[in-house]
């Protein structure tokens, strides 16, 4: 059974404090998308990954990481220096760059993160 | 579920009835445009998609329509089910780069 699984589903941090979400598929996608979603706001791209070794930033890449080791896994790290990090995060991963700009992205379930 | 659907704006329609939601989108040189489908607690999915040569698509009970007179899309969902219940997403891309979401509309069916 293919997908795009996120894991935690909830998640609690303290202020200051680093916090690396997961996102892996079985899919062999080889593009992989984080987004941010808040409340009254479209989906913003944090980071996106055409191919293993590689990533780049997109529209609010600061206060996060990434790495993409395996094809199949690019955790997403939310660091101290991200000013309003509770939201919900998605990944995304599509067959390549070009299909996933054209709107086939496969999604997963979604990780909300709290920031207290 | 999610608290997604907080501050959206919100459509609410009858079982059976037809649902109309609307998008404005601000890129004049946007060419290709696309509507997702968020369930609670779920990512969003891909519903359908339209190119900027293409006044109107249907699929399996949706259509898309575009004009890009006034830079307006909409989404029509035929014979509204209570599976529909969702916030609705449409997006925009040019030329196939970074695809750009809006804010979303949340679709209530009223059984």
């Known amino acids: 059974d293919g997908g795009i699984t996120q894991s935690p589903k909830y998640l609690f941090r303290k202020e200051g404090q680093n916090v690396t979400l997961s996102c892996e598929q079985n899919?062999?996608?080889?593009?992989m998308y984080w987004y941010r979603q808040d409340p009254g706001q479209g989906l913003r791209l944090i980071y996106y990954?055409?191919?293993?070794?590689?990533?780049q930033k997109g529209d609010i890449a600061e206060g996060y990481s990434v790495s993409r080791e395996k094809k199949e896994s690019f955790p997403l790290t939310v660091t101290s220096a991200q000013k309003n990090p509770t939201a919900f995060y998605l990944c995304?991963?599509?067959?390549?760059?070009?299909?996933?700009?054209?709107?086939?992205?496969?999604f997963g379930p979604g990780t909300r993160l709290t920031v207290t | 579920g999610e608290s997604v659907g907080l501050h959206l704006p919100t459509l609410s329609v009858q079982e059976g009835d037809n649902s109309i939601i609307n998008c404005a989108y601000s890129?004049?040189?946007?060419?290709?445009f696309i509507w997702y489908k968020q369930e609670s607690g779920k990512g969003p999915q891909f519903i359908i998609d339209?190119?900027?040569?293409?006044d109107k698509r249907q699929g399996q009970r949706v259509t898309v329509l575009l004009n890009k007179t006034v830079k307006h899309l909409s989404l029509q969902i035929a014979a509204t089910q209570p599976g529909d219940s969702a916030v609705y997403f449409c997006?925009?891309?040019?030329?196939?780069?970074?695809?750009?979401f809006g804010i979303g509309t949340k679709l209530q069916v009223i059984p």
């Open positions: 995304a991963s599509s067959i390549d760059l070009s299909t996933g700009f054209s709107g086939e992205q496969y």
């Open positions: 899919l062999n996608h080889d593009a």
């Open positions: 990954s055409q191919i293993v070794n590689d990533f």
């Open positions: 890129n004049s040189a946007s060419d290709y």
């Open positions: 339209i190119r900027s040569n293409m």
């Open positions: 997006a925009e891309s040019s030329s196939y780069q970074k695809v750009t």
